[in-house]
């Protein structure tokens, strides 16, 4: 993949950027704007190496047309804050408004464009209408710059076919992301363990089926622990639970046995009877949950045995939260995880949060960015690198 120093002298030349700008809303207030930050140094370069940089990303799901409540102008201030100058933002994405405020950019300029997916072309699998949006988009600009590693993994105009109509090259934040992600999967430095979490099974089926290959230890916990559970024999309560990945699920826990990989369980569970922070919290054994109450988090032994498993590790990769880290008693073992990763930090290991509500979830629990190795800005993105599919927004990028 090209990288922007290859483009060579870029003063005075529209460069169209897809940046990662997805964040979390309430009302108009970024709640956490990790990806804003995350995306800033490549717009920085650009910006300093004399380019009119266009800065394209959506946010919410929208579907096709705009809705005030998925507008990027909260984003374009808090984009303007960081980098200490103002951002131009653009009301639509190739109108009017776009072409007055990309015909305005001197060198050095910053563009928002407003929301990707106000346009239904984005996100279309008809190719000829998602190509009729890329030739808009592209018109705007003589340079492409992918730096939205967060959608990297969707067939969409700005992330693909747009690649395919301008001189391209991968932005710093996807260069760093794709290192990171090759660390784990070509050469790990070993021990290596995996901490997946999160609602269902179903989400990271290819996922643990190539895990099993490559890792040393798979530590479960979230939503998806009770269908693990379920297959050893237990019953779980009104926990989450996918009944169709039950065998599954057994399978995996036979090839993990066989291959020697070893795929540690909660041993016990914070328990309520509703999914509410108002719940009469218990601690039960993962055995033993009772019919009429529901598994909310890792219990706080299964917390400590968690940090035993990867006191050695020298890499873990971790995706998904342990439990329901949005109420406080349901937090502990995301925390301890967390709490494991930054000792392990410390100590040298590389460890690496996967983008998504992981990410989230150290955040809100009072976690800095810099206390883990690598925080992603793209959790299906890393969770496909790591099943070995391929992405299309990165195999664009390979070609001429």
């Given amino acids: 993949m090209k990288t922007i120093a290859e483009l060579g002298d870029l003063r005075g030349k529209r460069v169209l950027v897809r940046s990662d700008l997805n964040v979390p809303l309430d009302g108009d207030t970024i709640t956490d704007d990790g990806r804003i930050r995350a995306s800033v140094p490549t717009i920085e370069a650009l910006s300093e190496a004399g380019a009119r940089v266009i800065v394209c990303a959506h946010l919410g799901r ?9 507008s990027l102008a909260p984003v374009a201030r808090r984009l303007g804050e960081l980098l200490g100058r103002e951002v131009r ?12 405020a990309v015909e305005a950019a001197g060198d050095g300029d910053v563009v928002l464009l407003e929301n990707l997916r106000f346009n239904a072309g984005e996100t279309s699998k008809d190719e000829s209408e998602r190509g009729a949006f890329a030739d808009q988009l592209a018109s705007l600009a003589d340079v492409f710059v992918s730096d939205g590693f967060g959608v990297v993994h969707r067939k969409q105009a700005s992330v693909y076919d747009v690649a395919k109509r301008l001189p391209h090259a991968v932005g710093g934040l996807v260069e760093n992301e794709v290192g990171v992600l090759r660390r784990l999967t070509e050469d790990p430095e070993r021990p290596y363990a995996v901490v997946l979490g999160g609602a269902k099974v179903s989400d990271k089926l290819g996922v643990i089926d190539n895990l099993l290959r490559t890792a040393d230890r798979l530590l479960i916990g979230g939503g998806m622990v009770f ?36 795929i540690v369980l909660p041993v016990d569970i914070v328990v ?8 009469d919290p218990q601690v039960v054994p993962a055995g033993l949950i009772p019919a009429d109450r529901m598994g909310l988090d890792i219990g706080p032994e299964s917390g400590f045995l968690f940090a035993q498993k990867l006191k050695h590790c020298k890499t873990v990769f971790w995706n998904g939260p342990m439990g329901a880290f949005e109420m406080e008693p349901y937090a502990a073992g ?30 809100q629990l009072g976690f800095s960015d810099d206390q883990f190795g690598h925080i992603s800005t793209g959790g299906g993105a890393s969770l496909e690198y790591l099943e070995g599919k391929e992405l299309p927004g990165l195999t664009v990028l390979d070609e001429a």
């Avoid at 309520?272 to 719940?279: A, I, L, N, Q, R």
């Fill in 62 to 70: 929208p579907k096709g047309t705009p809705e005030a409540r998925y």
């Fill in 89 to 100: 933002f653009a009301e639509d994405t190739v109108g009017e408004s776009a072409r007055a």
């Fill in 227 to 262: 269908t693990f559970l379920k297959a050893q024999g237990y019953e779980v309560g009104t926990s989450l639970l996918e009944a169709d990945q039950v065998e599954t699920v057994k399978g995996y826990l036979d090839q993990a046995h066989e291959r020697g990989v070893e």
């Fill in 272 to 279: 309520g009877s509703e999914f509410s922070v108002d719940s």
């Fill in 334 to 363: 995301t925390e301890a995880v967390a709490e494991a990763l930054v000792e392990l930090t410390e100590k040298g290991a590389l460890t690496v949060v996967g983008g998504g509500d992981s990410a989230a979830a150290v955040r």
